[in-house]
């Protein structure tokens, strides 16, 4: 088995690549090739952190816009990061694997409340811990709270699993000669505007000299292939 190049990794999946070809709620296929591939990781002594989006159910700033007050819709989409993670650790469990959710809202019914201490704790003892609720505050995307959960369990790299296979100098769904980057620098992504994370989650991964691997979720085995250090995707790193 090849050595992992990340020790200790972030991985951000978003919560519409999770409803697969349907849009909207959960593909339990889809998630289970996903889990099949995060045991996977774990079973190579890899220390996995997972912040999971919601928007396969509510995107506050979209779907609230206009009838809902955006600090409320904001909660409500952490609400939804919840179910997503809820069903994640579920699929997990039923793999054999050692998994805990911790939530940056206090949900102790379902979750534990998030404390860095004790995630770092279950990852050292490699469980997985998946983390919900984004940021706990409104105004911020879970590709934030991505970034604030890699920069406070001191990952070695934030693996950032999305409908797309890379960074693209345009939008390949609307031009058809849009150019990938293999690498670029945080300072080009925000100097273009380029759709990798938002801004904010872009400038703290910069601050925190955290490196983001941009890559497709469709083959799952890419988060794999990322951790052992294969060539896939973009890098978004320091120059």
């Known amino acids: 088995m090849d050595e992992p190049k990340y020790k200790r990794v972030l991985l951000k999946i ?14 339990f296929k889809v998630m289970g090739r996903v889990a099949d591939v995060i045991k996977e990781c ?13 928007g396969n159910f509510w995107r ?12 409320r819709a904001d909660h409500m989409g952490m609400l939804a990061t919840t179910m ?27 979750a534990e409340p998030y404390i860095r201490a004790r995630a770092i704790r279950h990852l050292e003892k490699g469980r997985v811990v998946v983390f919900g609720c984004g940021t706990g505050n409104p105004y911020f995307s879970t590709d934030t709270a991505a970034v ?4 406070e369990i001191d990952a070695d790299v934030i693996l950032l699993a999305k ?12 031009n058809a000669n849009a150019v990938k980057f293999d690498a670029i620098t945080y300072d080009e992504v925000l100097k273009r505007h380029l759709a990798v994370m ?22 799952p085995y890419n988060i794999v292939r990322a951790i052992r250090g294969e060539k896939i995707g973009t890098i978004v790193k320091e120059d």
């Open 14 to 27: 978003s919560g519409e690549a999770l409803a697969g070809d349907k849009h909207f709620g959960l593909d």
């Open 42 to 54: 774990a079973a190579m002594g890899v220390q996995m952190g997972v912040v999971i989006g919601g």
């Open 60 to 71: 506050g700033v979209k779907n609230g816009e206009g009838y809902i007050e955006r600090s």
């Open 84 to 110: 997503n993670c809820m069903a994640m650790a579920d699929v997990l469990e039923q793999k054999g694997v050692d998994v805990r959710v911790q939530t940056a809202l206090e949900i102790r019914a379902v």
């Open 148 to 151: 604030l959960r890699a920069a």
């Open 163 to 174: 409908n797309i296979d890379g960074v693209y100098d345009s939008d390949p769904a609307t």
């Open 198 to 219: 938002d801004s904010t989650a872009t400038s703290m991964s910069m601050d925190n000299h955290i490196p983001v691997l941009v890559f497709a979720l469709k083959d």
